[in-house]
């Protein structure tokens, strides 16, 4: 299984109706006008990220680690702060969302055919990313993207995924929720030797049928460090024979979660660089979530509930409704919302400490934009 291979990486460009159909950002541009029409001149983008950033703050008030459990160290009277300032930051985040930021996670990988089988190559670099605006973290990136490019396939299709490693760490790659044969597990000393700095791995395999859903691949050695720091991403897997509510669905849109070293972050951003996720009024989304972190993330949804119809890809027994769904480390949950209410709707994580404080919303927060 192991080679040695030095074919270098070119990420995919997907089609434009790829990008329409996966991705909000490309139905981003009217929201320029909904929520710019909250956007006066006095709009501030350098104190867009002061919630986030220490910069300004005292260590107490950008102290936002405290985990899933433990109580925010900032108090308003501990920021040091009046409430006419708070006032002013809190509004200069959102005004400032979509904020732009270098490089752009999750983007679809077309892949490259091979005598029937779908090739892809992701290489793994270290490398300066975005998170926030003017905010630049290492990332251990696959593809320089975080997270890594979204793969999709079909149950039943045979798939090549050949992992360059130019870091300077071993590496493997799990597929996780994939039910495969034991030798392409991706686990080092048990199913695989470890991908060595400088060395290329090929992981062959046939997506089993009745596996479809919302799976990942990520990295299993050191994963806590680099699987935080960059190496992973989406391996979604489409059914031959979509169920009814699947071929309803308008806008498919992947949300990944983390929690390390890069912050509280979706799809390697954090709030105000969030993207949002875009629909018109009468269509239905479907919301994929995956965890990758090590927190749990509750995520929220305003104006409109979720209707869960899938976790970690198998089919729930019947759909079920909320409008708080907790995303466990490692878990995928697909929702289903049907967008019948217009205007911005703020979706965040509701552990608080992960989405709000005294300098306003930072981290896992985003919008569903529902135009009229
Ligand atoms: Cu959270």
Not at 214 to 219: A, C, I, L, Q, T
Not at 308 to 319: E, S, Y
Not at 349 to 362: D, I, Q, R, T, W
Request: glycine content about 10%.
């Amino acid at each position: 299984m192991s080679e040695q291979n030095d074919t270098e990486t070119v990420p995919s460009i997907p089609s434009r109706r790829d990008f329409l159909r996966y991705s909000a950002l490309g139905l981003a541009v009217p929201l320029a006008g909904m929520a710019v029409s909250a956007c006066g001149p006095e709009a501030d983008p350098k104190v867009a990220g002061a919630g986030l950033a220490p910069a300004g703050g005292s260590a107490a008030d950008s102290n936002h680690s405290g985990g899933s459990t433990a109580p925010h160290p900032a108090t308003p009277a501990a920021s040091g702060k009046n409430w006419q300032e708070m006032d002013r930051m809190h509004e200069a985040g959102v005004k400032a969302f979509p904020a732009a930021t270098q490089g752009k996670g999750n983007q679809l990988l077309a892949p490259r055919m091979e005598n029937g089988v779908k090739a892809y190559d992701l290489t793994v670099r270290k490398m300066q990313w975005e998170v926030e605006p003017g905010k630049h973290v290492e990332a251990w990136a696959f593809n320089e993207q975080v997270p890594g490019p979204q793969i999709r396939v079909r149950e039943g299709d045979r798939v090549r995924v050949r992992l360059h490693n130019r870091f300077d760490e071993s590496t493997a790659l799990h597929f996780h929720g994939l039910e495969l044969p034991n030798d392409v597990d991706g686990v080092p000393f048990i199913t695989q030797p470890p991908i060595h700095p400088g060395e290329s791995y090929t992981y062959d395999f046939t997506v089993p049928d009745g596996n479809a859903g919302s799976h990942m691949y990520h990295s299993h050695y050191n994963s806590a460090q680099q699987t935080m720091n960059g190496m992973l991403g989406a391996f979604i897997v489409e059914a031959r024979n979509p169920r009814p509510i699947e071929r309803e669905v308008d806008v498919d849109y992947v949300m990944i979660l983390n929690d390390g070293a890069h912050g509280y972050t979706i799809n390697g951003k954090g709030f105000p660089a969030t993207e949002p996720v875009v629909a018109k009024v009468g269509q239905t989304v479907r919301i994929r979530y995956m965890n990758e972190g090590m927190m749990i993330h509750p995520m929220h949804l305003h104006g409109m509930h979720m209707t869960v119809i899938d976790k970690d890809g198998w089919a729930q027994p019947a759909p079920w409704r909320c409008d708080t769904l907790n995303v466990a480390p490692g878990e995928r949950w697909d929702v289903i919302v049907r967008c019948d209410k217009p205007g911005v709707w703020a979706f965040h994580c509701h552990v608080l400490p992960h989405a709000e404080g005294p300098h306003g919303m930072f981290g896992m927060v985003t919008a569903l934009v529902v135009e009229a």
